[in-house]
């Protein structure tokens, strides 16, 4: 089947195609226009998705070596995200299909990023705990087969990566976030730590699954506001690393807790924070004591793109799941079973 995957979820414009099974293109493109803002501007981001989703399209096309005519299928993400983008990714998909009488299939966006360690060959066996820690969902799955899976817990306010930026703003530096604040805490050696590094709380939140950010958001920024300009800059590193510890502690602490009390084959990272090199160390120590194997998505895949997407959808439609033209978008879609 040659499937054609679009994800307009939120800033990311992303297409890929699949041939027989296998990606054969993957085409991500950022919207720079929310750096200048520190933030995803919904409105910006939609406008931006009109512009830009025909040329990406044909690229992912073209570099699949395939043509338009060729395509047999296409996945596209339903939600969750933002609604004026998931309307670009959605009426686009929809057109397609009708004009070509194409089968399409609507994809949760928090199923595509469990899909993402399974891209390309080798992924985690079922069933696993998986952790998607991105800049909109901080949410602790266990995926029991594909389709059927029972959400241990998730962010009660911030999310991960929503903590990162946040926290990146009150330091003064840019967005996103979570790459800035993970390369300057690097900078912060044992000995400024001794002198510099503050201790911030790791949220307790009485659901043994669920997570909080926001009071270690708070914590950055009183003790920022306690700081001259010069201290400030003297510290920043070392307030970046306690800060990354203690969200990284959070994260740590309960999906220990998910592999105890779960069977699990492995344990799979996914989503943009994923990224973070801290944390893959710190999972990896979790997951040497559970005797499981760690597995992450390559960054293409950690942040939004396409191409986990359309192994989403792939699963479907080779099980025979066919949307309906009336298939609409939702920004509000939970992660629930299907089968
Ligand atoms: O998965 P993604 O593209 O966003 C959503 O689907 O929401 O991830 C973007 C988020 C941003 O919040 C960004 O700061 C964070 O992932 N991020 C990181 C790193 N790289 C990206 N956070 C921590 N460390 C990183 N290296
Ligand atoms: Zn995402």
């Not at 191409?307 to 080779?318: S, V």
């Not at 009336?326 to 509000?332: F, R």
Request: proline share 5%; net charge neutral.
């Amino acid at each position: 089947m040659r499937l054609l995957a679009i994800e307009t979820s939120c800033d990311e414009m992303a297409a890929a195609v699949f041939q027989g099974g296998k990606l054969a293109s993957n085409i991500v493109a950022t919207q720079e226009i929310h750096r200048q803002y520190g933030g995803v501007v919904p409105e910006l981001a939609s406008r931006a998705h009109v512009r830009s989703i025909v040329p990406i399209v044909e690229k992912a096309i073209s570099d699949a070596g395939v043509s338009k005519a060729g395509i047999e299928a296409l996945a596209v993400t339903q939600g969750p995200g933002l609604i004026g983008s998931l309307l670009v990714g959605v009426s686009f998909a929809k057109a397609f299909a009708l004009a070509n009488n194409l089968p399409i299939a609507g994809v949760n966006h928090l199923e595509g990023h469990l899909f993402s360690n399974n891209i390309n060959e080798s992924g985690p066996e079922l069933p696993f705990v998986s952790l998607i820690v991105s800049g909109g969902h901080t949410i602790l799955v266990h995926v029991q087969a594909w389709g059927k899976y029972e959400v241990l817990g998730q962010t009660q306010d911030d999310a991960a990566g929503e903590a990162f930026d946040k926290v990146a703003k009150i330091l003064g530096l840019s967005y996103p976030g979570g790459p800035v604040i993970e390369k300057l805490a690097r900078q912060c050696d044992a000995d400024s730590a001794k002198k510099n590094m503050p201790r911030f709380p790791v949220a307790r939140v009485a659901d043994p699954f669920a997570f909080s950010f926001s009071g270690l958001k708070t914590a950055v920024l009183y003790h920022v506001r306690t700081l001259t300009p010069e201290q400030l800059a003297e510290q920043r590193a070392c307030i970046a690393a306690a800060f990354q510890s203690a969200l990284i502690a959070a994260l740590v602490e309960k999906t220990a807790a998910a592999l105890a009390t779960r069977p699990a084959r492995a344990l799979a990272l996914a989503g943009g924070v994923a990224c973070n090199q801290a944390l893959r160390q710190a999972m990896a120590k979790i997951a040497e004591q559970h005797r499981v194997p760690l597995f992450f998505p390559e960054p293409i895949y950690c942040t939004d793109n396409a191409a986990m997407i359309g192994r989403a959808g792939l699963f479907y439609l080779q099980n025979g799941k066919r949307d309906s033209l009336l298939l609409s978008p939702q920004p509000g879609l939970t992660l629930r079973s299907t089968i």
